[in-house]
C-alpha cells in the first residue's frame, strides 16, 4: 500500500525542488503564502534554503509592497506567487522590471492558467491573458535591455502545503478563506475554490489516489464539485503499473458550521495557549514569534536590527506532537528535563525546583545562559526555542484571562443545559462586557465569547429580543468607550479591531463615534444571530450540547468529534446523512446513482481519510486528530490525516467573521 502521508511529502518536496533548481544566480521575489510554505517545508529556515540553493538576493512580493530595489548586476529573475490575480501579475511584474535589466524571468505560480494542461474550468480569456502576459514581460524587458533576446518561462507549480507534523498541514495560499454565514458565494471565493481544487487534484493525482469526496455545508459542495471536475475533465500522470491505486476518503467541512470550538480557550493541548499567547511571527498564519533574549542576552547596537525570533517550525516535529497532545503540567516538566540534559552536557549543573513553573524555568534558562557562551547554546538552538515557547506561555499576562473566559464558557453550557430559553447567560454576558475593564478583558475576546455562546446555543435554545436588545446596548457603549480610549492615548494602546473600524467608517467626532457604535454592535448582534442558524438544515450534526450517556453531564462536543466518533467508533457503519458523497470516478458515480439508497460506500471503506477544514481547524481539534492517528491499526482501521486553511485562535475567528 502507498503511504500516503509519504507521498504528501514528496509531493511537496517535488515543488520547491524544481524552484530550488532554478534560482540559482537570480533574484527572488516571492509572495508571504509561499514564504509561509517554505517556512514549514524548510523548518523555518527558508530564506537561508533559497540563499543556499545560489539565490543572490530574496525579496517579498506583495501587492502593496512597491519598493522594489535595484539590485546591480543581476541577469536572471525568479518569481514565486499564490496569487490567482492575473491583473497582479502585470502591475507587479511591470514595477519590478522597471528598476532591473533581468535577461531571463521565471514565474512559478499556483493559477493552473499558467499551463497549457489544464482541465477546461477557465475561460478560453483567462488563458489568452497569460499569453499576453508573456508577451507583455518580453517588450518589457526588451525596452530595458535592446541588445538582450529574453527568456520568460511561466509555470504552474501547485503549492498548497505546509506540514505540521505527520498528522496534520495547512494551506497557507487558502488562509484567508472562510465560508460565508449567509447562502450567497461571492465570485472571489469561486475562483480560490478552484484554485484549490486543482491543488488538491494535482496532489491526488501524484498519489495514484482513488478519491472519493464527502462534504458537508455549502463552500464544502462548491469544492467538491470542483474537484471532480478536474478529475473528470483533467490529464491524469501515467503512473507506472506497479504504483497500485491508494483509496482516500477526502471529508471537506466549512468551519462556519462550528464556530463554537474555534472560540473556546480550551488549553488542554498546549498548543492552543501557545497560539493565544504569543505574538504570530510577522506575516505568518501559522507559526508564532518566540521571545529568545533570555536564552542568548539583549543585544546592542548594529546587532538590534539582526535579532531574529525563534517559531514552531525551526522545532523537532516530535517535539510539535508534544504541544499538540499535551497539557501545560506536562509540558513543562518536559522543559525542566530538556534544561537538565544541556546543563549535564556544558557541566553546568541546574537545581531541579521543587515545583516546576514558567517562572521557575526562566530563572533556569537566564542561569544556563549566564555560564555558557552563545556559540555553546546554538548548539541547543531546536530545544531552546521549544523551552522558550513553554516559558513565554507559561508566565504570560493572558493567563489569567484565558482562565476567566473558560470559567464563562463552562458557565455559558451550564446555564444553557439547564435553563434553556428561559437562559439567562446574554443578561450575565451584557454585565461584563459593562464591567470589562474591571476584569481587563479586551472587547476582542468578549466577542469571541459570544460567538461561542450563540454557536453552542445553535438552534436548540432562543434567546429573548430583550437579552439580546440589552447586550447590543453593552457592545455599543463599550465599543464607543474603547475609542473614546484610543483618542486620549493613541500611542499607548492597542488599537482594536472594532476601533478600527470606527477610524475606517470616519468617526472622528463623538457623536458620529456613537452612532456608528450602535451600527457595530447592531451588525454584530445580526451575525451572531446567522452564526446560530448554520447548522439547520443538518440532521445528524446540529447540536453541539450533547449528552453522550444518562450518567453523563452535558457537554460540548464538536462536530470533527462527531464525525470521528461515527467514523470509528460506531459498532455499525450506519448512513452518515450530513456527509454529500461524489465520486471522482465516473463509472463508479454512475454506479452510485444506480445503487442509490441501497449501497453506499463508507469513509472507513478507504484506508485513508483527509479531513479538511474550509477556515481552519484548532489545536484541540488537532490534538483529537493525532490521539485517532496514533491508535495501533487494529482490524485496518484507516489512517486520519487533518488538514485546513490554517491553525486557529479565538481572535482569527473574530476577525474573519465580524470585521472581515
Not at 501579475?89 to 522590471?97: A, G, H, V
Not at 501524484?206 to 478536474?230: H, P, R, T
Request: hydrophobic content about 40%; overall charge positive.
Amino acid at each position: 500500500m502507498t503511504n500516503i502521508v509519504f507521498g504528501i511529502k514528496k509531493f511537496n518536496s517535488e515543488c520547491w525542488t524544481v524552484i530550488f533548481a532554478e534560482v540559482y544566480g537570480a533574484v527572488v521575489y516571492i509572495d508571504r503564502y509561499a514564504t509561509e510554505c517554505l517556512h514549514w517545508y524548510a523548518a523555518g529556515n527558508g530564506y537561508m534554503a533559497l540563499k543556499n540553493a545560489g539565490a543572490i538576493a530574496v525579496h517579498e512580493l506583495g501587492m502593496y509592497h512597491f519598493r522594489y530595489p535595484e539590485v546591480k548586476d543581476a541577469k536572471k529573475a525568479v518569481i514565486v506567487s499564490t496569487t490567482g490575480d492575473p491583473a497582479f501579475y502585470q502591475r507587479t511584474i511591470k514595477m519590478i522590471l522597471a528598476k532591473n535589466t533581468f535577461n531571463s524571468l521565471t514565474i512559478y505560480c499556483s493559477i493552473p492558467c499558467c499551463t497549457t494542461n489544464y482541465p477546461a474550468t477557465h475561460s478560453k480569456q483567462d488563458k489568452l491573458n497569460y499569453i499576453k502576459l508573456k508577451k507583455d514581460i518580453e517588450a518589457w524587458m526588451i525596452s530595458k535591455n535592446m541588445l538582450q533576446d529574453p527568456s520568460v518561462s511561466i509555470i504552474h507549480v501547485p503549492l498548497l502545503i505546509a506540514p505540521l507534523n505527520d498528522h496534520l498541514f495547512v494551506t497557507p495560499p487558502f488562509g484567508d478563506l472562510m465560508p460565508p454565514l449567509n447562502t450567497s458565494i461571492v465570485e472571489d471565493t469561486s475562483a480560490e475554490i478552484c484554485l484549490i481544487a486543482n491543488s488538491f487534484y494535482k496532489l491526488f493525482d501524484s498519489l495514484n489516489a482513488k478519491i472519493e469526496v464527502y462534504s458537508v455545508g455549502k463552500l464544502s459542495d462548491l469544492l467538491a464539485e470542483n474537484l471532480e471536475n478536474y478529475f473528470v475533465n483533467g490529464v491524469h500522470q501515467n503512473h507506472s503499473s506497479r504504483v497500485k491505486e491508494v483509496g482516500v476518503s477526502l471529508i471537506l467541512l466549512d468551519r462556519t458550521l462550528d464556530l463554537c470550538t474555534p472560540t473556546s480557550n480550551n488549553t488542554e493541548s498546549f498548543l492552543a495557549k501557545v497560539l493565544g499567547a504569543l505574538p504570530r511571527l510577522p506575516q505568518h498564519n501559522n507559526d508564532v514569534a518566540i521571545n529568545m533574549s533570555p536564552a542568548f542576552g539583549t543585544t546592542e547596537g548594529i546587532l538590534r536590527m539582526y535579532k531574529v525570533p525563534g517559531c514552531l517550525a525551526s522545532i523537532e516535529k516530535s517535539m510539535i506532537n508534544f504541544f499538540v497532545s499535551e497539557n501545560e503540567k506536562k509540558l513543562l516538566t518536559t522543559a525542566n528535563q530538556m534544561l537538565n540534559n544541556i546543563s549535564m552536557k556544558d557541566s553546568s549543573k541546574l537545581r531541579t525546583p521543587v515545583r516546576i513553573s514558567g517562572h521557575s524555568l526562566e530563572k533556569a534558562v537566564n542561569k544556563l545562559q549566564g555560564t555558557n557562551s552563545i556559540d555553546s547554546m546554538m548548539n541547543y538552538i531546536e530545544k531552546m526555542q521549544a523551552i522558550m515557547a513553554i516559558v513565554e506561555a507559561s508566565i504570560s499576562q493572558k493567563t489569567s484571562q484565558f482562565e476567566f473566559l473558560t470559567s464563562l464558557e463552562k458557565l455559558a453550557l451550564q446555564n444553557l443545559s439547564v435553563s434553556r430559553e428561559s437562559s439567562s447567560i446574554l443578561a450575565q454576558l451584557s454585565n461584563v462586557v459593562r464591567t470589562r475593564n474591571f476584569r481587563r478583558l479586551d472587547i476582542e475576546n468578549l466577542l469571541a465569547l459570544l460567538i461561542h455562546v450563540y454557536a453552542l446555543a445553535g438552534t436548540q435554545i432562543r434567546f429573548s429580543t430583550q437579552q439580546e436588545q440589552q447586550l447590543e446596548e453593552s457592545l455599543a457603549a463599550a465599543i464607543f468607550e474603547d475609542f473614546e480610549t484610543f483618542k486620549k492615548n493613541p500611542s499607548t494602546n492597542k488599537i482594536s479591531t472594532s476601533q478600527r473600524t470606527l477610524l475606517l467608517l470616519g468617526a472622528t467626532d463623538a457623536a458620529a463615534a456613537r452612532e456608528t457604535s450602535h451600527k457595530i454592535a447592531a451588525r454584530i448582534i445580526h451575525t451572531l444571530q446567522l452564526i446560530a442558524k448554520q447548522r439547520s438544515f443538518l440532521q445528524d450534526y446540529r447540536f453541539l450540547m450533547i449528552k453522550t450517556t444518562s450518567q453523563e453531564t452535558i457537554r460540548h462536543v464538536s462536530i470533527v468529534e462527531q464525525i470521528i466518533e461515527d467514523i470509528f467508533h460506531t459498532s455499525t457503519s450506519r448512513e452518515l446523512r450530513d456527509l454529500r458523497q461524489r465520486s471522482s470516478s465516473l463509472i463508479s458515480a454512475g454506479f452510485n446513482l444506480l445503487l442509490r439508497g441501497k449501497a453506499k460506500r463508507h469513509p472507513r471503506d478507504n484506508p485513508y481519510i483527509l479531513l479538511y477544514i474550509i477556515g481552519g481547524f484548532t489545536a484541540e481539534e488537532a490534538k483529537l486528530i493525532q490521539e485517532v492517528s496514533l491508535i495501533p491499526n487494529k482490524n485496518e482501521t484507516p489512517h486520519v490525516i487533518l488538514a485546513g486553511s490554517r491553525l486557529l485562535n479565538p481572535l482569527d475567528i473574530v476577525d474573519k467573521i465580524l470585521f472581515h
